[in-house]
Antibody, heavy 124, light 107 residues
Framework: EVQLVQSGAEVKKPGQSLKISCKAS????????IGWVRQMPGKGLEWMGI????????RYSSSFQGQVTISADKSLSTVYLQWSGLRASDSGMYYC?????????????????WGQGTPVIVSS | DIQMTQSPSSLSASVGDRVTIPCRAS??????LHWYQQKPGQAPKLLIY???GLQSGVPSRFSGSGSGTDFTLTISSLQPEDFATYYC?????????FGGGTRVDIK
């Protein structure tokens, strides 16, 4: 059974650093992209970026490029999302999700499995 | 970037109604269009992939159609558990983008 299990809720102060995690199981971790999606309170879904754990190739939305870092540890089957200096505007729910890629068509598919979400609150 | 537009942002319907939820892309995205359902306090759930593929375990009352720039999610007979927010998303090109969502609530 495919599962993505995310780390727990975080409460941080502005300027602090943070690293949240997404542990995968039930499939070949290195052969699927994993993405991060933000949802601010009462708002829609925003794609942040993706990583291919096989070689740590990553792509970012321009809105999040330079603001966050996505990384992966193949030995732990875990993907991370980290901030070096949080802002209040980073408060929200963060989801990881698996993203299959079709080498035949050269295109990404849909996010087929999702983690349960990690709420992040940044407040002084 | 490809913009995904969902309008209306909300609609009201009754149990048993046939419901159609539109989604428009700012340019041709072939069939790289996917639909998700999100209930309050839950993660999104994939319903339809590649315009019309029904994800495993999803009831057959859900269907997807359309092509190019205009797509539709149809719920053939709305059930109580279907009251939720529905998002479309394109994977034709990066950056991946979502529509703003359509909330379906009880009339």
């Amino acid at each position: 059974e495919v599962q993505l299990v995310q780390s727990g809720a975080e409460v941080k102060k502005p300027g602090q650093s943070l690293k949240i995690s997404c542990k995968a199981s039930g499939y070949d971790f290195g052969n699927y992209w994993i993405g991060w999606v933000r949802q601010m309170p009462g708002k829609g879904l925003e794609w942040m970026g993706i990583i291919y754990p096989g070689d740590s190739d990553s792509r970012y939305s321009s809105s999040f490029q330079g603001q966050v870092t996505i990384s992966a540890d193949k030995s732990l089957s875990t993907v991370y999302l980290q901030w070096s200096g949080l802002r209040a505007s980073d408060s929200g729910m963060y989801y990881c999700a698996r993203l299959p890629f079709s080498y035949g068509s050269g295109s990404y598919s849909a996010f087929d499995y999702w983690g349960q979400g990690t709420p992040v609150i940044v407040s002084s | 970037d490809i913009q995904m537009t969902q309008s209306p942002s909300s609609l009201s319907a009754s149990v048993g109604d046939r419901v159609t939820i539109p989604c428009r892309a700012s340019q041709n995205i072939d069939n790289y269009l996917h639909w998700y359902q999100q209930k309050p306090g839950q993660a999104p759930k994939l319903l339809i992939y590649a315009r019309s593929g029904l994800q495993s375990g999803v009831p057959s009352r859900f269907s997807g159609s359309g092509s190019g720039t205009d797509f539709t999610l149809t719920i053939s007979s709305l059930q109580p558990e279907d009251f939720a927010t529905y998002y479309c998303q394109q994977s034709y090109s990066l950056p991946l983008t979502f529509g703003g969502g359509t909330r379906v609530d009880i009339k």
